[in-house]
């Protein structure tokens, strides 16, 4: 018999759902199960996506963790919408994640970065009430270096009311977003996702093929002395934030630099560990190189469920709606108080 502490009790009516306590090695089935019971319309149909998610990451990571075995190292040869070349493991990534979502019945459009136009839900199929949006592997071309990579998603309830999806179902406020998350193939495979209750990580545990909580509640601190950015393009910034940057040079203040050049890997560093990371305009990328849907607005969720701030110099990321499903955005995101201060710092 579950002791009362794992339990949810049903919460009073128009009462928020209790966030429950879990001991380590709570499934993440479990986990999902147990808070969603909070939820009276909850219909299952989220369990279902996520479920379908961690599938797809459990292929993902094993093709990752072997790339280099299984002749995954590389590019394709073709390019993509953005003008990137597509890696082999983009493709795989990509098909995968469709190949998991697209039969669950739980979607009515996916949105991928790795295609130009929203990917409509095969007619064999039902459609559900979720819109799916992705970056299916983002920072691939890392993979050769044996770098952290990850796939990013966000996820809304359709606007249109059944069948396949239309326009109004994603170019959508970021405040429209019901779940958002990401997975990191690094050192291990985790899963950090949040429902707009906390944020949360699970790490796979491939001898068993689960993924077990490992980073209940994750918070972000106000502050931070880390900084994650491109520094050899500070010569095209804005001079006000090249100001800012010079700034976390004085010794006494005691800053360090973390850059990847892996977006999942830089922002999951510094969900854990603190620190804000800054992708700003330059001569190379006008408007910013990140993409407002499937990048800047799910970690920008993750970001304020954990207590920071992301924004695009100007105001919040998630105050944003989007007009264009690839649309480019700066990205500040990370410890609240670092960001307001460079916010501050562009606004005056
Ligand atoms: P740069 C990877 O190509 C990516 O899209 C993100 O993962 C990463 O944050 C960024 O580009 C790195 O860009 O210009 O520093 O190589």
Request: aromatic residues 8%; negative net charge; proline residues 7%.
């Amino acid at each position: 018999m579950p002791s009362p502490a794992h339990t949810l009790a049903p919460p009073s009516p128009g009462a928020p759902p209790i966030a429950p306590q879990f001991e380590e090695g709570t499934t993440l089935d479990r986990f999902l199960l147990e808070t969603l019971r909070g939820y009276p319309e909850a219909t299952g149909q989220f369990v279902t996506l996520v479920n379908q998610v961690t599938l797809a990451a459990k292929l993902v990571s094993a093709r990752v963790n072997r790339a280099g075995l299984a002749g995954m190292f590389g590019a394709t040869g073709t390019m993509n919408i953005q003008g990137e070349y597509v890696q082999k493991m983009d493709v795989y990534a990509n098909e995968t994640f469709k190949r998991a979502l697209e039969h669950a019945g739980v979607l009515c459009m996916i949105i991928s970065e790795e295609e130009d136009d929203a990917i409509p839900i095969p007619p064999q199929f039902p459609t559900g009430k979720y819109v799916f949006a992705m970056d299916p592997l983002d920072g691939s071309s890392n993979i050769d270096t044996n770098a952290s990579i990850g796939t990013i998603f966000a996820v809304f309830r359709r606007m249109s009311e059944s069948g396949q999806g239309q326009p109004q179902d994603v170019l959508r406020s970021g405040r429209d977003i019901v779940a958002a998350g990401y997975i990191v193939y690094g050192a291990g495979t985790v899963l950090v996702l949040s429902t707009g209750r906390g944020v949360h990580g699970f790490t796979l545990d491939p001898t068993v093929g689960e993924f077990f909580l490992s980073h209940h509640d994750i918070r972000l601190t106000p502050d931070t002395r880390t900084y994650s950015c491109n520094e050899a393009y500070t010569g095209t910034w804005d001079p006000r934030l090249v100001g800012w940057l010079a700034g976390t040079k004085d010794p006494a203040l005691g800053w360090s630099a973390r850059y990847i050049g892996s977006l999942v890997g830089d922002f999951h560093r510094n969900l854990v560990k603190g620190g804000v990371f800054l992708y700003p305009p330059s001569k190379k990328a006008p408007n910013g190189k990140l993409r407002l849907l499937y990048e800047a607005f799910p970690l920008a969720f993750l970001a304020e469920q954990a207590g920071g701030a992301a924004t695009d110099g100007v105001g919040p990321i998630l105050d944003r709606t989007l007009a264009s499903l690839h649309e480019r955005t700066p990205l500040y995101i990370g410890n609240k108080n670092a960001v307001d201060a460079i916010t501050r710092v562009l606004s005056t």
